[in-house]
């Protein structure tokens, strides 16, 4: 910012770095209490089977301060090749 900035100026400098700090923040409370994995065997939604645990894989979140990309616990069911981020 230049000495002599509007304040309109200000606050669109204030707003961009506001969005990124609240994306931050936001997908660390997302995880707050863990990536999603579940010690017991998952069980399919559609089909009953248990799923496998594939590990972890990035998943995209839309919010109202713009995206975050957090990792996510990813289960697969080998019956009807489902796919689930826990929990849900």
């Given at each position: ?61 839309e ?14 069911c ?11």
């Open positions: 910012m230049h000495p002599e900035a509007s304040f309109d100026e200000i606050v669109k400098q204030i707003t961009s770095r506001r969005r990124e700090l609240m994306a931050g923040l936001a997908g660390q409370l997302a995880l707050q209490h863990g990536a999603g994995a579940v010690p017991e065997g998952l069980r399919c939604e559609q089909c009953g089977a248990l799923m496998r645990y594939k590990g972890e894989a990035k998943r995209g979140i919010h109202i301060e713009g995206s975050s990309e957090i990792d996510r616990a990813y289960y697969h080998p019956a009807c090749e489902g796919g689930v981020f826990p929990p849900g």
